[in-house]
């Protein structure tokens, strides 16, 4: 745990202001829509191998070079948006991610023809969130029984840089599980936030 500004925080945060920042008002609160969805999924699929404040840092950057992660313009990227996102110092440049991030875009888009992202995450929570009661960060895994089912479930769709690693993280931060620590002044708050928020 950490403390600062008398307020007590989850351990992973430190004294960095945007971690802070992001802590307090983002991570585990439910995402609303689908875009929204969407664009924490593929940049959680940025993250892998890096840490989460290089992509937190770079975001807006994503958001500009990636059109907003409007799924139906990036499903039509061609070989020449590659070579610009290639070329963008913004953002992550790593082929592997940016290739999937466009096959991520048409899988959305056919899943979007029988039901949204949304409800068919939900539709692996049998009772909404998960409320998790971690007393430190070691009791926090990287991955669950059910991030792996979800992964599983994803990589069926066509979706790519969805391991169950990948999932836990995006689950995390989505507010699919509440994984502030209980001393954390957030996990109390983000228990409220989460309540109904991804029932389906």
């Not at 599980?177 to 209980?182: A, E, F, G, P, R």
Request: positive net charge.
């Amino acid at each position: 745990m950490t403390k600062t500004d008398n307020l007590v925080r989850c351990g992973w945060v430190g004294d960095d202001a945007d971690y802070r920042h992001y802590h307090d008002t983002e991570w585990g609160v439910p995402l609303k829509n689908d875009r929204a969805i969407f664009e924490k999924l593929v940049l959680e699929g940025f993250q892998a191998g890096l840490s989460w404040i290089t992509i937190l840092r770079k975001r807006e950057n994503f958001r500009r070079a990636f059109d907003n992660f409007d799924a139906e313009t990036i499903a039509r990227y061609t070989a020449n948006d590659i070579a610009g996102l290639m070329n963008d110092a913004g953002i992550v440049r790593n082929r592997a991610k940016i290739e999937a991030t466009i096959e991520n875009a048409k899988a959305f888009l056919k899943l979007r023809e029988r039901t949204t992202l949304k409800k068919f995450l939900a539709g692996h929570l049998l009772q909404g969130s998960v409320q998790n009661q971690a007393q430190a960060l070691t009791d926090v895994p990287a991955s669950t029984e059910l991030s792996t089912r979800i992964s599983k479930a994803l990589k069926k769709e066509g979706f790519r840089f969805v391991g169950p690693t990948t999932v836990y993280a995006f689950m995390q931060s989505s507010g699919m599980v509440n994984d502030h620590l209980v001393g954390c002044f957030r996990h109390g708050e983000c228990a409220r936030l989460q309540k109904d928020a991804w029932r389906a």
